[in-house]
C-alpha cells in the first residue's frame, strides 16, 4: 500500500481536511475495526497478488461492491484473513489552488470506510 505519510511519501498542497482524514481519520478507523495500524488507507496506490483473488473468503460478485467499497473490502479482508501488507513511500501532489477529486467530504468517506464497518459487525460478508 502506498502511503503518503512515511519518509519519502509526500502530499503538497494537499487541503488540511484531507491531511487530517488520510492521515487520522481512516486509519484509525481500519485500526479500530481490524486491529491493524496502518498510515495511509486511502492514497488508492495498491499492488496486490492475484492470489488474493483465489481465496474462496474474498467474494468480489457481490453486488454492495459498486463504489469505492470494493477497494476497501478487498483491503479489509486481506488483513482479517492475515496476508503480508506492507506500506511503501508514495506521493499524492495536488497542483496549487487546485483540489480536485472526485470524492466528496463526508459522503465520500463513508463510502469509502463503511465496508469495514459492514464487514466488522457482520452485516455484510
Known amino acids: 500500500i502506498g502511503s503518503r505519510h512515511l519518509p519519502g511519501g509526500r502530499y503538497d498542497n494537499t487541503p488540511l481536511y484531507r491531511v487530517i482524514a488520510t492521515r487520522y ?19 488508492g496506490f495498491r499492488a496486490i497478488r492475484t492470489s488474493v483473488f ?9 453486488e454492495w461492491l459498486n463504489s469505492y467499497d470494493g477497494e476497501m473490502y478487498i483491503m479489509h479482508k486481506a488483513i482479517v484473513l492475515g496476508y503480508k501488507i506492507t ?3 508514495a506521493s499524492k501532489i495536488y497542483l496549487r489552488g487546485i483540489s480536485h477529486s472526485k470524492m466528496s467530504p463526508i459522503i465520500g468517506w ?15 460478508n
Open 110 to 124: 463513508w463510502k469509502m470506510l463503511r465496508a469495514f464497518f459492514w464487514l466488522r459487525l457482520g452485516i455484510k
Open 87 to 89: 506500506e511503501i513511500p
Open 25 to 43: 481519520i481512516h486509519p484509525w478507523f481500519v485500526w479500530m475495526t481490524t486491529s491493524r495500524k496502518l498510515t495511509d488507507t486511502s492514497t
Open 54 to 62: 483465489k481465496n474462496p473468503e474474498i467474494n468480489l460478485r457481490q
